[in-house]
Every structure is written in structure tokens, then in C-alpha cells.
């Protein structure tokens, strides 16, 4: 797949507010006004909170994505946010790269980590996708979605522009999602009908087709074999 720009993430929510000022005012997002006033910047990646009609409440599955954020200090940022009453599932670990767990309004789960020798200041964005079928899921972003995952240096990520994607399972991960909404995955592509026609000639069937968007875009949405939601999009502004 040819990618035409970043991924974009959409984390969706019934109280999307809470969210964006957990993220912009305590883990520190900058807004993106140019993308909306629910847009925010998590490195180089769009990250934009909506609102959506299928969600009621917490997440039933914080273990499903983590969205990953870079700091120069695990310690001293687990400490910063703890002061702002963010809360932590535990201390930081002690390893070649430094993860501590934090919890949203929502009940998901992300981290902060830091990583030795790197430079300070280093912007890095990264999400990590659990599967009770970690190699299927490989196969599939790679084989279908047409993402590359030659990366052995990142630990072979997919690479969705500047954003990494890692595949993985998890103990508290088992079978499809049951929320699909909650957090959707855009592919800005520069020839949708092209890349639609591709993917589902591996088998695979679009929920919508080249949906017209209010703000210019068009987007078709399919699911991976776990049943998470991810769009391409296509946008000539």
C-alpha cells in the first residue's frame, strides 16, 4: 500500500471532552485546530476524539491498543502525571526501554516509555494492537492491508507512514473485539477506489463504500480478522 500521508487514529468515546482534555492538558498533546477542535498531535500522528453512538461508558477491553508516547524520563513524567491524578497500573519498567501504564477517562490503556541513548526530545508515537491471533493479524496487515514490516531495528513494527504499528497477543485478549468503534485506524490513500478494489480481492468485504465525508473526504471502512475497524481515506484539499 502507497500511502498518501500519516496515519490518523480516531479514539472514539460517549463523553469525548474528558478525553481531549486528558490528553492535551495532562499528557501533554498539542492541539491541531487545523483538523478540528476535538484534533490533537501525538508526534507526528493525527489524533483526533469523537464522539459515537455504539459506546456507552468505559472501554470493556483496555488491553485491546495501546497508544505508546515518548518521554526523556519514565520516572520523572509517571511522577509529573501522578500529580495531576492520572493514575498508573505500576512502577515503570527497568528495562532498554522504560514503560509505564497509565489509564484515560475512559478506562484505555497507554504508556509512556523512554529509551536509553535515545535524544532528548525525541517526539515518537507508537501503538500496539493485542490478537488472541497475533500471527494472523500479521499476515493479514501485511498480506491484505499491504503495510511492510521490515523494520528489525524498531522491532518490526508496520509502518504506517511515521507511525509504528505493533502486532502482538496479550493474556486478557480473546477473540473479536467488542468494540470496533472505539478506536479506528485511517489509511489516507491517494487512490481509494484503486486500493478498495485490491483489498477485497483478498476476500475481504467493506462495512461502508467511499462514504462522503461533511469536510471534503471520502472513506471506506473494513474490519482486520479480529474485527477492528480501519479506514482508507482519500482527501484532495
Avoid: C
Amino acid at each position: 500500500m502507497q500511502l498518501d500521508g500519516n496515519l490518523i487514529v480516531n479514539l472514539n468515546s460517549e463523553q469525548p471532552e474528558a478525553l481531549v482534555a486528558f490528553y492535551r492538558d495532562k499528557i501533554g498533546l498539542k492541539p491541531n485546530p487545523m483538523m478540528g477542535e476535538t484534533a490533537l498531535m501525538a508526534a507526528n500522528t493525527a489524533f483526533i476524539i469523537d464522539g459515537h453512538s455504539e459506546l456507552k461508558g468505559s472501554t470493556k477491553e483496555p488491553a485491546r491498543i495501546l497508544f505508546n508516547f515518548a518521554t526523556d524520563d519514565v520516572a520523572a513524567e509517571k511522577a509529573r502525571l501522578e500529580a495531576l491524578g492520572v493514575q498508573f497500573l505500576g512502577p515503570p519498567s527497568n528495562d532498554v526501554i522504560s514503560f509505564a501504564t497509565f489509564v484515560d477517562p475512559d478506562g484505555n490503556y497507554g504508556q509512556i516509555f523512554s529509551m536509553q541513548g535515545a535524544p532528548a526530545g525525541l517526539e515518537m508515537f507508537a501503538i500496539m494492537r493485542h490478537s488472541a491471533d497475533a500471527e494472523r493479524a500479521r499476515t493479514f496487515y501485511r498480506d491484505v492491508v499491504g503495510l511492510s514490516d521490515d523494520f528489525p531495528d524498531l522491532g518490526n513494527p508496520f509502518m504506517a507512514g511515521e507511525t509504528s504499528i505493533y502486532l502482538g497477543a496479550h493474556s486478557e485478549v480473546h477473540g473479536p473485539t467488542k468494540e470496533p468503534p472505539r478506536v479506528l485506524l485511517n489509511l489516507p490513500v491517494a487512490d481509494l477506489a484503486a486500493e478498495q478494489k485490491r483489498i477485497e480481492g483478498h476476500g475481504v468485504t467493506f462495512i461502508r463504500s467511499a462514504g462522503q465525508e461533511p469536510w471534503g473526504g471520502v472513506i471506506s471502512t473494513f474490519a482486520d480478522p479480529d474485527g477492528n475497524y480501519l479506514q482508507l481515506m482519500e482527501y484532495h484539499g
